[in-house]
């Protein structure tokens, strides 16, 4: 359903170029469960940012689910993103001046639920990442890894069929950081597709395949046994 | 140097009050190194933010280097900051309009250096972590762990007799990681004291000391044996 081919991205900064992503081609399965992992400065978060249609290649084609992106409408492109991809961002995104409700709350509305429902399926998944008791604190009213949790929540309130993770346990304890994933694991086993980046290997364990980058290439893709 | 007395703080919510520390006691001496652990929300942060004079206790009384921050004035509070207090915060706070040069120069703009003093020192500790040929990019240019580096050259510039650093390698892979755990030692080694907020096992096992807080209070304070 994901189809990466030949992939490059460039950042021109005045006189310099930036080559963020250098040609990285992969294809990515329904219900597949990725992690990406490469040092710090890779393009991990440029690639994540194609995969979710939330920025454009420089080069190359990025196919998803049989359209060629480049061909879609903005319309359609926000179509896409907002029915079918939760994404987690590495800075989370959160709306500063919202509660953490209201936050989680913001993918329905463009689905266009009705505002009871939505209180109750955003109360629902705040649970599920152990913050019942801080819906109504705003971003700035809430620890890091509070942060992080309610952007996990926002990602997963609308059933995405691709979830795309960039760094969700950064902020984490090693046991808040397992319940996030014991979530993901859920999403995976109803059929749908997780991308994650991660430093952590302990967290990337729960991945079947590895992609690794380094300087903007694809130095490897490894399928992991089942633990 | 550091000595925290049944530091408490809450935060008035409308009816409700959050009780982020309830009590917490420690002395912190001259070059001693410590790690802060912790769930996400048991108020590490709120207690750097403490340490650090950026904030003030509820109830409770902090005493650093002998003078009670209470009873000193906004001009002092700044100046023992300024000149003593290395901060890399978890959120970076980097200004987002200046390039990573001039965010990591800020420290020296205070001490009155004058600016080729401050541009070369800035480089010279911008290449100590790696990003020497990203000097000139603004936050937004920068990739997430690439920030993390610029919020801890900024923090090290001044060579602050203590470094307080909130989850230095959050976003960081295990070799930048380790190079980053690397300058805090040089900074120890030197005779400086480093605390050091994290939730990876292999970061705290740098510590000789680890402090453990969950909800609001002390849960243990061990003295670690060297590796
Ligand atoms: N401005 C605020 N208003 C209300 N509550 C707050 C505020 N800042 C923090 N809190 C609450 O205080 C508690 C402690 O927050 P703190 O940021 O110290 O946690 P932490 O241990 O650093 O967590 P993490 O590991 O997730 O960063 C949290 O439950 C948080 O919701
Ligand atoms: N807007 C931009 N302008 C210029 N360079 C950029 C921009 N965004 C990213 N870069 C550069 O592109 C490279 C890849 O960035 P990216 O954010 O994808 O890395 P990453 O693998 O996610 O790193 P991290 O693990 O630190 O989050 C970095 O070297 C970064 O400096
Ligand atoms: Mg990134
Ligand atoms: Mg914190």
Not at 55 to 63: A, C, R
Not at 180 to 185: G, K, P, Y
Request: charged residues 25%.
């Amino acid at each position: 359903i994901i189809d990466s081919r030949d992939i490059h991205k460039e950042y021109r900064m005045g006189t310099q170029t930036v080559h963020a992503l250098r040609g990285v081609s992969f294809e990515i399965k329904q219900n597949e469960y990725v992690a990406i992992m490469g040092p710090s400065g890779s393009g991990k978060s440029t690639m994540m940012n194609i995969i979710g249609c939330l920025d454009t290649p420089s080069k190359g084609d990025y196919i998803l689910n049989g359209h060629d992106v480049k061909k879609l409408t903005d319309n359609q492109l926000a179509e896409v993103r907002n029915r079918e991809i939760g994404f987690v961002f590495q800075t989370f995104n959160l709306l500063p001046r919202s509660t953490a409700l209201a936050n989680v709350e913001l993918p329905l509305i463009y689905s266009g639920i009705r505002s009871s429902e939505r209180r109750k399926r955003a109360i629902e998944v705040l649970e599920k990442v152990g913050l019942a008791d801080r819906m109504h604190h705003k971003p700035n009213e809430l620890s890091g890894g509070q942060r992080q949790r309610v952007a996990v929540a926002r990602a997963l309130i609308n059933n995405p069929s691709i979830l795309l993770a960039d760094e969700p346990t950064g902020n984490l304890d090693s046991k808040t950081g397992q319940e996030i994933m014991e979530l993901f694991e859920e999403l995976h086993a109803a059929g749908n597709t997780i991308i994650l980046v991660t430093h952590e290997e302990e967290i990337a364990a729960h991945a079947r395949r590895i992609i690794r980058l380094r300087d903007g290439l694809l130095e490897s893709d490894t399928i992991v046994a089942a633990p």
